[in-house]
């Protein structure tokens, strides 16, 4: 019974992989230039697709296809993003690099990774919404 449990501790570990927090510019450098796929890291659930114009804005493109502009700020720690649609809202993240994949853990609980990243535009509905 110890013999399982502790395999089954090892192979958890090793598909798992460990999080190591990077700085906020580490997360920029990857993503700019880039469309990133976020997903929750739950239940695997597509939350949005962003695409970085640069290092201060974005385009988010939500599950429905609607898009708005994000602005993004980098603190010490946190990659935050506020949008053109909830102005009032800043959504913050801390960055983590798990085995090569970019995790995103909120300080309100919620984690997401990045599940894909490509050089191709982000694809909206209708224009950004600002």
Partial sequence: MIRIAAILLILSTAVGGAQTLITPEQFIERAVGRTLTFANMHDGRIVGIEEFLSRQQTVWARRDGSCTYGHVTLTRDQVC???????????????????????????LGPTQQVTRITDLPVVCHDPPLS
């Fill in 81 to 107: 993003f506020r949008y053109e649609d909830q102005e009032h809202v800043s959504h913050c993240w801390y960055p983590h690099d798990q085995g090569g994949t970019l995790v995103m853990q909120s300080p």
